[in-house]
């Protein structure tokens, strides 16, 4: 299909429609579900509860070191099912395509997509395809929504954080988003900068396999990054969290560009990355248990739920001092994700 | 980055600390006049451990801030016009003119584009033949060579629709001003680091001969400001006043000839309006009528329109050293980040900001 491109008939409904959906989507996404192609997926039922997710994605530009918005889509809603402890079961995918979208470029996307799912375990099931003209969108808009099932006896939310339970990171800070604003800056910064999109469902099973009752809260610090998942969490649960700013894993070459940028890495987005809140004694096992993952290697106990400072985030700094740690807020960030 | 590590060690900044409690034997007030200094103090938990009778005053070197409504409505207004499209740092973005910001100005179709430096608003003239780029200058003796030289390649290259609207400010001679006010009671300066590696710590000279200020250059690392803040305070006490330079990797006492000569080439010393401070003779540039073909203000006829300061915006007292965030009645109210009146809420080096976002009471 070199050199063609998405016209706006592609998303008419007719002849090229079908021939799209044939050549490119049943290619390389098709499953027995899908394949019937009928107006929806007809699943069979599964044990537990239900959880059921959407997340659009808009991430400019859309291939990217470390990943595209194709993973990103399959990625980020698997990610959202995993932090309230479901078994990720299938995914639909909206596409809106912009008039004059290169269609090799939609196939590289589609074909992440089928890599994604593929190797998470999980199927699109139902999607839809709409095409807007020229202009009227960025090239390629796409929600994936998720459904999972949750085993009975698991309850992961905020509201289950404890005073004394003791926060960890999976691995380090602002990955994606530094990455993505660089990118758009058309900076070039030493080292290799890479988004950390990946899913997190398996790290999120083991752990609920090994300390199924100790696991209070997880959260997929994205947008808003660390800084800003954390003040939804104290907000929630009405204890405080103090972490120690030492104890924040960062890679060098992130610390470099976000000195360069003015940025910190807690305000920065995370694709590949969840807060694990666990009851403290535990906690020594469930870091170990989050490192033996392939996820969580560079994984750090960042901090502990304090009561006293209902709703606010405290971090200690390496000369002794301590700040509050506000949402973000009102700074212009990029589209990241 | 380990050697920025360096100055931000635990076990390195407990003895200075130390020895920062040691050297303030007498109460004394220090403006930092840096907005990157009020950010870094906030940010490292400084305010939170700094020994009792030394207080310290945020001053007007946030470049955001204290550039005027006027000259804000004027911007504004610019990106406006038909066939222009602007370039800015991203700081300017949201700050509220009198009617609306330049955000809302792009929202409804003008063009702006967000620059990490002015070679990029240069590179966007040239792929954008159609349109006259002005890049809107705003920033001290740190952002201007940067200018100068985007002017002069633009000049080699005879880029014909490459335009510079400069509110370009000095700070020496704002600070005169400043220090002759006398609500404005202080002891020592905290001078700017990043201005100081071009103007040099020389520059500050006149200051401390003339109103009897202690003066030391610092740096932006924990280690930097306790060492400015220890030195200071060792002036103050033993009442030996004079410039220091704790900056010595970054600063010289002559600054940087180079940048300094291109400046002139490009700038000439002009009046310029300060929020909060007013029109200040000698306290801005204007280019040269040699390079006049790049100065938006000649060539797009600009005059400045009259403008007022946001009602009950305390903006102005607070660059000025004579009040803080806390007195202001709309902060954290009316004005938030998310909702700011005042552009000292808006910029990642104000004020109002760095109270908002870390000076918010630890034990409420």
């Known amino acids: 299909m070199t050199g063609k491109t998405i016209q706006l008939d592609h998303g008419s409904g007719g002849l090229a429609s079908q021939q799209l959906i044939a050549e490119v989507f049943l290619k390389h996404l098709d499953n027995p579900t899908l394949h019937s192609l009928e107006d929806s997926a007809v699943l069979a039922n599964q044990p537990g509860r239900l959880a059921f997710t959407t997340d659009s994605y808009v991430v400019d530009p859309i291939f990217f070191p470390g990943g595209d918005i194709g993973k990103l889509a399959v990625h980020g809603t698997i990610n959202d099912l995993a932090m309230r402890g479901a078994r990720p079961y299938c995914l639909s995918l909206g596409l809106i395509l912009e008039e004059g979208l290169e269609l090799d470029e939609l196939e590289k996307v589609i074909i992440s997509i089928s890599e994604a799912c593929r190797e998470a375990g999980v199927a699109i099931v139902t999607g839809d395809t709409k095409v807007v003209p020229r202009g009227k969108a960025d090239k390629i808009f796409i929600n994936t929504s998720g459904i999972g099932f949750i085993d009975d006896h698991i309850d992961i939310s905020a509201k289950n954080a404890k005073k004394g339970d003791i926060v960890i990171l999976s691995g380090t800070m602002g990955d994606h988003g530094i990455t993505i604003m660089t990118r758009q800056a058309g900076i070039a910064v030493e080292g290799k900068l890479a988004s950390d999109t990946m899913p997190l469902h398996r790290l999120v099973a083991t752990l609920l396999k090994e300390i199924p009752g100790s696991v209070h809260v997880l959260r997929d610090p994205t947008r808003g990054g660390v800084a800003t998942t954390l003040n939804e969490v104290a907000g929630n649960c009405g204890l405080g969290i103090e972490l120690r700013e030492e104890s924040l894993p960062v890679r060098p070459e992130v610390r470099a560009a976000c000195e360069l940028l003015g940025l910190e890495p807690l305000y920065l987005a995370n694709e590949g990355k969840c807060l694990v809140i666990v009851a403290a004694e535990e906690a020594t096992r469930a870091l170990q248990i989050i490192r033996g993952c392939q996820e969580g290697r560079e994984a750090a106990i960042i901090g502990e739920l304090v009561a006293g400072k209902p709703g606010r985030v405290i971090i200690n700094t390496p000369v002794g001092g301590a700040r509050v740690v506000t949402p973000l807020h009102g700074i212009p960030l990029p589209r990241i994700c | ?364």
């Open chain 2, 1 to 364: 980055m380990k050697h920025l590590d360096e100055y931000r060690d635990r076990e390195l900044a407990a003895p200075l600390v130390a020895e920062l409690r040691r050297a303030v034997s007498k109460p004394l007030r220090v403006m930092e006049v840096c907005g990157s200094h009020t950010m870094a103090i906030f940010r490292n938990g400084l305010r939170s451990i700094l020994p009792t009778g030394l207080e310290l005053v945020s001053g007007p070197g946030c470049p955001v801030c204290v550039t005027s409504a006027s000259h804000m409505d004027a911007f504004i207004a610019i990106a406006g016009r038909p066939g222009v499209r602007v370039a800015i740092f991203g700081d300017l973005f949201r700050v509220p003119g009198s009617h609306g910001s330049l955000a809302e100005a792009g929202s409804k179709g003008a063009k702006i584009d967000i620059v990490y430096s002015p070679m990029d608003a240069l590179e966007l003239a040239v792929a954008n033949p159609g349109d006259l780029l002005v890049f809107l200058g705003v920033g001290f003796e740190t952002t201007t060579p940067g200018i100068a030289a985007t002017i002069l390649a633009a000049h080699h290259r005879r880029v014909d629709n490459f335009l510079v609207f400069s509110t370009q400010k000095t700070m020496p001679a704002a600070m005169e001003t400043l220090l002759s006010d006398p609500q404005l009671k202080i002891d020592g300066l905290l001078c700017p680091g990043h201005v100081s590696s071009i103007i040099g710590a020389a520059a500050w000279q006149p200051l401390a001969d003339n109103y009897r200020l202690a003066c030391v250059v610092a740096g932006f690392e924990t280690a930097d400001l306790l060492k400015g803040l220890t030195l200071l305070a060792r002036q103050v006490a033993n009442d030996s006043i004079k410039v220091e330079n704790a900056y010595p990797r970054a600063v010289s006492w002559e600054g940087n000839p180079r940048a300094q000569a291109m400046v002139a080439e490009i700038f000439e010393p002009a009046d310029m309006d300060w929020r909060g401070l007013g029109r200040i003779p000698l306290s801005g540039l204007k280019i040269r009528e040699q390079y006049a073909h790049f100065d938006a203000l000649s060539r797009l006829a600009i005059t400045l329109p009259e403008a007022e300061e946001p009602k009950g915006c305390l903006c102005g007292d607070i660059l000025k050293g004579i009040s803080t965030p806390r007195h202001c009645p709309l902060f954290a109210g009316r004005c938030t980040p998310a909702t700011p009146v005042g552009p000292c809420m808006v910029s990642s080096e104000g004020t109002c900001a760095a109270y908002y976002k870390y000076g918010q009471d630890l034990e409420s």
